[in-house]
């Protein structure tokens, strides 16, 4: 299972940016997905979640400017960052609750993340 992430990059403060993350290998199903992010000298902190069923949590710092969605279909989360802020600069992670099949069809569970996408938000 691999998660492949897209979308960082620089942007002024007030600017948007819309990050992806798509998994990919020998799933069976996902389960929630989510963003964390890790500024220099800090702890990795979720950012939002959502659910298979699309219920969704955010952070407090984020709620209003920030929307997650997926497209399960496509197993791809997606993070659409508005107004960001200086305070936003950090290495996004994306995660996905994966479920496989194993050898005897039993469910395997686990969670598995991204390589990270690095977002700047400065003038």
């Known amino acids: 299972v691999q998660l492949t992430e897209s979308g960082g990059g620089l942007v002024r403060p007030g600017g948007s940016l819309r990050l992806s993350c798509k998994a990919s290998g020998a799933i069976h199903n996902v389960e929630d997905m989510g963003w964390y992010r890790q500024a220099p000298g800090e702890q990795r902190g979720l950012v939002a979640r959502?659910?298979?069923?699309?219920?969704?949590t955010y952070t407090e710092s984020v709620k209003g400017r920030f929307t997650i969605s997926r497209d399960n279909a496509k197993d791809t989360v997606y993070l659409e960052m508005t107004s960001l802020q200086p305070e936003g600069t950090a290495v996004y992670y994306c995660y996905a609750d994966i479920v496989m099949l194993g050898l005897y069809f039993q469910r395997i569970r686990n969670d598995y993340w991204g390589q990270g996408t690095q977002v700047t938000v400065s003038s």
């Open positions: 959502i659910g298979h069923d699309g219920s969704t």
